[in-house]
């Protein structure tokens, strides 16, 4: 099992003897993403790391993320399971000014007095991967009124769903053929 916070020198340790381990990470622990979800409820999540250097020798972390959260269903304002299944692949960098001049400055942590704390780096991965505005896929499991469902597409908050534009094309399509309940 890891430790939460890991100090400069074990860091190096570890890349170098391509060391990996798990993680309990409590929701608890990652207070900007608590704030996101349903209740006051803890969950945990498991984190695998492993460790490695990368072609300039800095300490590079291969992560996987699995678990479950609830975040708060935008329409009907219910709980929403969420699951957690996120990779990330992330550069340990000595402070947020060389992360700057990083080509991809969002696949790197930086150190904090330098210690890598991974709730923050997880936190962070989390919060960037979270819908802004979760929904419930299906109409059923939403408690929302009916009218409040989104029959019409322009309806509430843009929502990733990368098959609502295909939706309202097959629908389109099938102008002439009157199949809606009335
Ligand atoms: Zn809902």
Same mark, same amino acid.
């Given at each position: 099992?890891?430790?939460?916070?890991?100090?400069?020198?074990?860091?190096?340790?570890?890349?170098?003897?391509?060391?990996?381990?798990?993680?309990?990470?409590?929701?608890?622990?990652?207070?900007?993403l608590r704030?996101?979800?349903?209740?006051?409820?803890?969950?945990?999540?498991?984190?695998?790391?492993?460790?490695?250097?990368?072609?300039?020798?800095?300490?590079?972390?291969?992560?996987?993320?699995?678990?479950?959260?609830?975040?708060?269903?935008?329409?009907?304002?219910?709980?929403?399971?969420?699951?957690?299944?996120?990779? =990330?692949?992330?550069?340990? #960098?000595? @402070? +947020?000014?060389? *992360?700057?001049?990083? !080509?991809?400055?969002? $696949?790197?942590?930086a150190l904090?007095?330098?210690?890598?704390?991974?709730?923050?780096?997880?936190?962070?991965?989390?919060?960037?991967?979270?819908?802004? =505005?979760?929904?419930?896929? #299906?109409? @059923? +499991?939403?408690? *929302?009124?009916?009218? !409040?469902?989104?029959? $019409?597409?322009s309806d509430?908050?843009?929502?990733?769903?990368?098959?609502?534009?295909?939706?309202?094309?097959?629908?389109?399509?099938?102008?002439?053929?009157?199949?809606?309940?009335?």
């Amino acid at each position: 099992m890891l430790a939460q916070r890991i100090e400069a020198a074990r860091l190096r340790e570890y890349a170098a003897k391509a060391a990996h381990g798990t993680l309990a990470l409590n929701v608890a622990d990652m207070p900007r993403l608590r704030a996101l979800l349903a209740s006051d409820s803890s969950f945990e999540l498991e984190l695998r790391v492993e460790f490695s250097l990368d072609h300039e020798k800095r300490p590079h972390l291969n992560m996987q993320i699995s678990g479950a959260i609830v975040l708060v269903c935008q329409r009907c304002l219910e709980p929403l399971n969420w699951p957690v299944a996120l990779s =990330a692949s992330l550069t340990v #960098v000595d @402070d +947020e000014w060389v *992360a700057a001049e990083l !080509a991809e400055p969002f $696949d790197s942590v930086a150190l904090v007095d330098g210690v890598l704390s991974l709730p923050t780096a997880i936190e962070d991965e989390l919060l960037a991967a979270v819908p802004l =505005a979760p929904m419930h896929d #299906v109409a @059923d +499991e939403c408690h *929302a009124p009916a009218a !409040a469902k989104w029959v $019409d597409e322009s309806d509430g908050p843009p929502a990733n769903r990368p098959f609502a534009a295909l939706g309202s094309m097959l629908s389109a399509g099938q102008s002439g053929h009157d199949d809606q309940e009335n």
